[in-house]
């Protein structure tokens, strides 16, 4: 599988780049013959103790190449280890998955505890069916404040679809303030078919689910909500 699509080359520092990085944005894949990722398992931390031997990556995933097709992947920054609870941002690692190729389809995608967006999506005709997401536990309400998200469409994308978006949160440790778990631009909002937001247990809150739409979800509101409404007025009224 990674003979010629994914590289590991030593010079490169995972910090940098990521734990797997498919392609270097320079092939635009086939429709017709497209790569396959599947079944895969990245974690930041756990057989450790963080406080004893860190460990961090920037990126555990990083997809940069065109018509790629994902299932069931996994990639969970730890909230345990070997020792105990991980707190203060220890095994740091900012995002799950970063997808810049066009044409990516994943199947069955859970990112979880990052410390910045959990997905960014800049590719062009993104098709996502079933995210489960988890925030990061540890973080302060300077998280909520920074705009992060559970899984973000860049401003630049004019093509997205995703399925069953689900993003989840334990605010463990202090009492963070999100805005919304999903961002999109507002000419996709409609593209996104029963989003939800899920509140665990914990501190804190998430005002809404996909930008300004769904309502909170916290201890003392719903422990879930639903987006449901209609969303195509936003697509008309677009400039785009």
């Known amino acids: 599988m990674c003979s010629s699509i994914c590289e590991f080359p030593e010079r490169l520092d995972p910090n940098q780049i990521g734990l797997l990085q498919w392609g270097d944005g320079s092939y635009a894949g086939s429709a017709e013959n497209p790569g396959f990722l599947h079944d895969v398992f990245a974690r930041v931390g756990g ?16 997809l940069s190449s065109g018509n790629v097709v ?22 740091p690692c900012d995002h799950g998955l970063v997808v810049t190729g066009d044409h990516v389809t994943m199947y ?5 505890h990052t410390l910045q967006d959990l997905v960014q999506w800049s590719g062009q005709h993104g098709r996502t069916y079933f995210f489960q997401s988890e925030l990061p536990y540890d973080v302060t309400g300077a998280w909520g404040d920074a705009g992060y998200v559970g899984y973000r469409v860049n401003n630049t994308v004019m093509s997205h679809k995703a399925y069953g978006v689900g993003v989840y949160h334990f605010f463990r440790d202090h009492n963070v ?3 919304r778990g ?3 631009p507002a000419w996709l909002e409609s593209d996104f078919v029963s989003p939800l937001n899920v ?6 809150r998430v005002e809404h689910v996909l930008n300004n ?7 003392d509101t719903k422990q879930v909500q639903w987006s449901c409404e209609d ?5 008309l009224n677009s400039s785009h």
Request: no cysteine; charged share 25%; proline share 4%.
């Open 108 to 112: 069955g995608l859970a990112v979880e």
């Open 213 to 219: 739409w769904g309502g909170p979800t916290s201890s």
């Open 47 to 62: 057989p450790t103790d963080a406080t004893k031997e860190p460990v961090r990556a920037r990126v555990m995933l990083r």
């Open 182 to 184: 999903i961002a999109a």
């Open 70 to 91: 994902g299932d069931n992947l996994w990639l969970w920054r730890a909230d345990h280890d070997v020792a105990g609870l991980v707190k203060n941002g220890d095994n």
């Open 231 to 235: 969303r195509k007025s936003t697509r």
């Open 177 to 179: 303030t999100v805005k």
């Open 199 to 204: 509140h665990l247990t914990g501190n804190g």
